[in-house]
Structure formats: structure tokens, C-alpha cells
């Protein structure tokens, strides 16, 4: 029996790069322009054990690169200092989230040693300052050598968990000539991909929002979507100016997509998340007063909540309208208020104890009882 003649070795040619994937795809077998490689089949792939991969900060940071991006001044710095201070200390960050010691590099690119003194002895307060946490203010553009020189510091500390750059301006280097905007930006991100991937570890770069907002916080990102599409995750801090609390939006390949409410405090520099929904901290303080409070007293009515929270009744009632028009609140039988998706099972009348024998079922003349 003649068996077929074994096929002679494909040449070893470049990998196709995405502009020319459908040339490749769609070309003569027999000129073989370019190979798949690292190819498995799905049976494979379900065979095969990994490690679950590292975490700087469990289901917010994890190990590849991420974008932590933020208006002027909104407080990323403080934010990016405090989680190297936490991580490398093994505390927890934003004061509720266990974290694995491990070393941290700070690239504070901004800055200079005094003001980091200064900075770090609000953040740390009585606590010992970690040796654990190496800061720098200067490195060299990313390529020019940049990725190498962090590559080197991984070498000397193999059990590091997270490397901050702040910002990613100062570190990203000049464009190749010709390239395009979008290929730059990719291509900047990209170096410092490569280094978090071939360690294994957790690389956050500091950046800037555009000034004009979207509905999708992602398309706030400065430059083109190459920052953000090559980043393994995208984190944008938005808080309104002059206000303590705000919001991480979080979303990414390894990262579940979500929002975690903080609230910043400047006497000691920390960014803490906070209880309850992000939706509750980016409107008015009113009205999270009152979502907050029939949140766990569902069936209110808007003198009890009024009482409950220390506002007036008038203005309780009138918010309580409004937010019934958004679709914030829904209406129970006498005047009462809920959270939509919370029951409540035993309609409230009273800051402390139920009273449904007076009245009609109307909270008309009950909430004109002491409204001064």
C-alpha cells in the first residue's frame, strides 16, 4: 500500500499581526503565508489545570495590566499609595478587603521625595512605614528601557504583587513614526502588558479622564480605545468636586464588571468603601437618606422617614414625589414608600413602633402633626 508522501517542513515565516488576519485566513495553501500557533482543541483546553491567577486586591486588582483612571485632582494618587502602603504591609484595602503581603513598587513620577514623606506619614498614621514598599521618581520611558529597568526590580523581589505607575504620561514614551493614534496607544500599553504577564503580577498605571463625560465610563478614558482595549482592566474613580464619597467603576477580562461606592477622607489621605449600592452615592445626599432608610424600614411613610433621618417633612414628602417620578421609589396603599424590589411586610407609620388603628389609611393628617 503507498502511503502519502509526509508534507515538507512550513517555512518559519513572521506572526500575521491583525491587519492582514483575513489574508492569512483566506490564503493559497500552497503558498502558506503564515501559521496558527499555540493551537489547542477545546477537549484540550478543558484537560488542562491552572493556577488561579494572583490578586493585588481580591476582585478589584488582578495580576496583568490595569488602567486606574480619574479626573484632576479627584484623588488617584492617594488611592494608588494607599493600596502600595496596604499590599505591602498585608493590611486591608480600602479597609474592608484582605490582601497577601508582598513587595510593591511605587513609581511616583510626580512627585518628589519630600512630598512622598509628607503623603506617606498621613496615610500611615501610627503604623510602621513597610519596608516592603519601594519608591522611585524617576525611570525611563517605557521604550527606552523602561519595561527592562521594572523587569529588573521584579527579578530582585520574585514574590511582588503590584507595580504602580503614576502616571502612565510620564512612562509611556514617544509613538513610532507613522503609527497611528490607535496603534500607539496599543502599542504603549502593550510593554507594560508584557512585563505584568511575564510575572505574573499585578500592574497599575495612573491616568486621566476626558473632560467631557459618557454615559459609558469607559469611553471617558484620555487617548483612543487601544489604552483601554489592550489593558487587562479598567478602573475609573469619578467623585463629585468638593464631596467625600465617590465611585470605582471596575471592569476587565479577569474582573468581574462592578461599582464600589467609597468615600475618601483627607485627614489621612484613605479611600474606604462604603455599605449599600453605588447608586446611592452619586445623588443627592436627600435622597440617600431616604433610599437608605426604606431600604430597612420598607412601607414608610414620609414623616416617619422624615423622623428617622432628621429632615423635614415637608421636604421628605416633596423628594419622596420626585424620586417616585424617576423611578426611584415605589408607591404603597396611604401614602407610604418603598425601595422597588423591597416588600414591605408590615407597613410602618412610626420611627419606632407600627400604629395602624389611628387614621383612615391616609398619611395626610398625620404628617401634619409637628412639620415645624
Known amino acids: 500500500m503507498t502511503h502519502a508522501p509526509e508534507p515538507a517542513e512550513r517555512p518559519a515565516l513572521r506572526v500575521a499581526g491583525p491587519d492582514d488576519a483575513a489574508a492569512v485566513l483566506s490564503a493559497d495553501r500552497q ?91 498621613k496615610v500611615l498614621g501610627d503604623r510602621p512605614a513597610p519596608a516592603g514598599l519601594t519608591l522611585a521618581t524617576q525611570c525611563p520611558p517605557l521604550p527606552q528601557g523602561g519595561d ?33 493614534a490607535y496603534d500607539a496607544d496599543y502599542a504603549a500599553v502593550g510593554r507594560a502588558k508584557k512585563v505584568a504577564d511575564d510575572y505574573g503580577v499585578a500592574v497599575v498605571a ?31 474613580l469619578k467623585r463629585a468636586r468638593n464631596q467625600g464619597d465617590g465611585v470605582l467603576h471596575v471592569t476587565g477580562r479577569d474582573v468581574d464588571e462592578a461599582e464600589y461606592p467609597l468615600a475618601f477622607d483627607p485627614s489621612d489621605g484613605a479611600w474606604r468603601m462604603l455599605d449599600g449600592p453605588a447608586e446611592d452615592h452619586k445623588i443627592s445626599d436627600t435622597r440617600v437618606k431616604i433610599l437608605r432608610w426604606l431600604r430597612s424600614t420598607p412601607g414608610s411613610t414620609p414623616k416617619s422617614i422624615a423622623e428617622g433621618v432628621g429632615l423635614k417633612a415637608d421636604t421628605v414628602r416633596q423628594t419622596c ?29 412610626g420611627v419606632t413602633q407600627p400604629d395602624l388603628t389611628c387614621g383612615n389609611g391616609s398619611d395626610s393628617v398625620s404628617d401634619s402633626e409637628g412639620d415645624d
Open 31 to 121: 503558498r502558506e503565508p503564515g501559521r496558527i500557533r499555540s493551537s489547542w482543541t477545546a477537549a484540550d483546553i478543558m484537560a488542562m489545570e491552572f493556577a488561579p491567577p494572583k490578586w493585588a486586591v481580591p476582585g478589584v486588582i488582578s495580576e496583568g495590566f490595569s488602567l486606574l483612571c480619574g479626573p484632576p485632582k479627584v484623588g488617584k494618587s492617594w488611592m494608588s499609595l494607599g493600596l502600595g502602603v496596604d499590599v505591602a504591609r498585608g493590611d486591608r484595602a480600602f479597609g474592608t478587603i484582605d490582601v497577601e503581603a508582598g513587595p510593591v513598587l511605587y513609581l511616583a513620577l510626580e512627585d518628589t521625595a519630600r512630598r512622598l514623606q509628607n503623603r506617606l506619614r
Open 148 to 180: 527592562q529597568a521594572i523587569a529588573a526590580w521584579l527579578d530582585r523581589h520574585p514574590g511582588a504583587r503590584l507595580v504602580i505607575i503614576d502616571v502612565f504620561a510620564k512612562l509611556r514614551g514617544n509613538s513610532a513614526p507613522g503609527a497611528s
Open 206 to 236: 495612573v491616568h486621566h479622564v476626558r473632560k467631557a463625560g459618557a454615559e459609558d465610563f469607559l469611553s471617558e478614558v484620555s487617548g483612543t480605545n487601544g489604552l483601554a482595549g489592550a489593558a487587562d482592566a479598567t478602573l475609573v
Open 321 to 349: 414625589s420626585r424620586m417616585l417620578a424617576d423611578g426611584q421609589l415605589a408607591a404603597e396603599p396611604g401614602g407610604r414608600y418603598r425601595v422597588p424590589g423591597v416588600t414591605a411586610v408590615t407597613p410602618v407609620t
